[in-house]
């Protein structure tokens, strides 16, 4: 198994650009989850999903959007590149509900 | 207002000594806790988890416990290793919740 993926390793985008940044997983989870975490903080949720075609916001929604239309695929979509959204994004996905998140290897972002 | 709080941004600790990472709460709704280890250039993996309704947690190496009326929880490892070097995260949640709370996180280097 491969866990969860994601896709690319690492960008450079200029203000105003757009990109998806690709989480897959092969776990069969029904829950998945994008994440932020800027320089010396902790994660901060975007968005997270409970099933395909059900998303609904974390604590930082604004500047993101996704979708969830099979189990395995959870794009994140950023419209407007701000320099605000330089971070690094981690996809997870959980079996359910009360069980613990596996994480991917995470998405450096660069914003200039 | 930061709802999970890791007050010590690092820790410094002789290999064979006992390590010891401190959380604190302000949502006394949180029932559920975790700890999840994160190494460069890589995504959190999972520690180990209390419920309110223990005190304590083991798990070899590792244990956690869990003060609710001070709303604090620390992360014990016994001995420390230096692969034990590493960002320490503390999360919390409701157990019937699918969204975590994660603290900033402490850097633990365990020298040899």
């Known amino acids: 198994n491969a866990g969860v993926t994601q896709t690319p390793k690492f960008r450079i985008l200029k203000i105003g650009q757009s990109m998806t940044l690709q989480c897959t997983q092969d776990?069969?989870?029904?829950?998945m989850y994008w994440y932020r975490q800027d320089p010396g903080m902790g994660l901060k949720l975007i968005y997270y999903?409970?099933?395909?075609?059900?998303?609904d916001k974390g604590e930082v929604p604004n500047g993101y959007n996704v979708s969830r239309s099979t189990t395995e695929d959870f794009p994140l979509r950023l419209e407007l590149a701000a320099p605000s959204q330089t971070s690094v994004y981690f996809c997870?996905?959980?079996?359910?509900?009360?069980?613990?998140?596996?994480f991917g290897p995470g998405t450096r972002l660069l914003v200039l | 207002d930061q709802q999970v709080k890791q007050n010590s941004p690092s820790l410094s600790v002789q290999e064979g000594r006992i390590s010891i990472l401190n959380c604190d709460y302000t949502?006394?709704?949180?029932?559920?806790f975790l700890w999840y280890k994160k190494y460069p250039a890589e995504g959190p993996t999972f520690l180990i988890s209390?419920?309110?309704?223990?005190d304590k947690n083991e798990d070899g190496r590792f244990t956690v416990f869990l003060n609710k009326s001070a709303k604090h929880l620390s992360l014990h490892i016994v001995p420390s290793q230096p692969g034990d070097s590493a960002v320490y995260f503390c999360?919390?949640?409701?157990?019937?919740?699918?969204?975590?709370?994660f603290g900033d996180g402490t850097t633990l280097t365990v020298k040899p």
């Open positions: 997870a996905s959980s079996p359910t509900v009360a069980e613990t998140q596996y």
């Open positions: 776990m069969n989870h029904n829950y």
């Open positions: 999903s409970v099933g395909a075609g059900i998303t």
């Open positions: 949502n006394s709704m949180f029932d559920y």
């Open positions: 209390i419920s309110s309704i223990k």
């Open positions: 999360a919390a949640r409701l157990i019937s919740g699918s969204k975590s709370t």
